[in-house]
């Protein structure tokens, strides 16, 4: 169990399986590697597509991930992409065609191009998608409206959705072919969804119970 505090950016507090983890996801994310999982082909889809912004949460991504490789490797393939080359093109491709998109949310999740584009070909391709937000140690407890306010704020108008990136990341976004428009549509798409939590910093327990209350939500 966790007693203490977690740091998810040294990875103190977590058990030495979520430290492995974390550990994997960062090797991988600076060297390319595949860290010991399989390295996947582009084209191939996945049950479940992991988007989230790397910077905010790749600690609990990956002990998330890790878990549903392990409790439910019979459902599917699961794609995180800190375990993956940052090509784009690959990434819509994949997103396009997996059955689930498990977006984690924060409110810099909708200022990255990356995690706009994997969201708005998730919508756009139908796929069934999953929400949750990070409760974590000593934040506020009410994260979950905080961030249900902030997408039905930036889905009223297109100056609103506008905001989100800068010039540079309006032209990046339209070579992918979504532009502001389309983002308002998945804002508007996921503004009505069921967020689910997940809190790092809880007992084990907790953790996996949270976690398979997730997975519920994937088909």
């Not at 961030?147 to 506008?162: E, K, M, P, W, Y």
Request: charged share 20%; proline share 2%; hydrophobic share 45%.
């Amino acid at each position: 169990m966790l007693t203490a505090p977690v740091d998810v950016l040294t990875g103190a507090g977590f058990s030495k399986g979520d430290i492995h983890a974390f550990s994997l996801a960062k090797t991988n994310k600076l060297d390319g590697g595949s860290g010991g999982v399989s390295p996947r082909s582009a084209a191939k889809p996945a049950w479940v597509f992991l988007s989230y912004r790397q910077k905010d949460c790749v600690a609990e991504v990956s002990i998330v991930a890790e878990h549903i490789r392990r409790v439910h490797k019979a459902r599917g393939d699961v794609f995180h992409d800190a375990e993956f080359h940052r090509d784009l093109a690959a990434l819509v491709s994949i997103m396009a065609s997996s059955a689930n998109a498990l977006v984690f949310l924060s409110e810099d999740y909708f200022k990255s191009v990356y995690c706009l584009t994997e969201l708005c070909t998730a919508v756009k391709h139908k796929a069934n998608i999953g929400l949750v937000y990070i409760q974590k140690a000593g934040t506020s407890k009410d994260v979950d409206d905080h961030l249900r306010t902030f997408i039905a704020a930036n889905a009223v108008s297109d100056a609103a959705a506008g905001s989100l990136l800068n010039a540079q990341g309006w032209v990046d976004l339209k070579t992918t072919g979504y532009d502001v428009a389309d983002v308002r549509a998945a804002l508007r798409a996921i503004s009505t969804l069921k967020m689910q939590r997940f809190s790092p910093g809880d007992a084990q327990l907790i953790r996996e119970a949270e976690m398979e209350v997730i997975v519920q939500s994937l088909v």
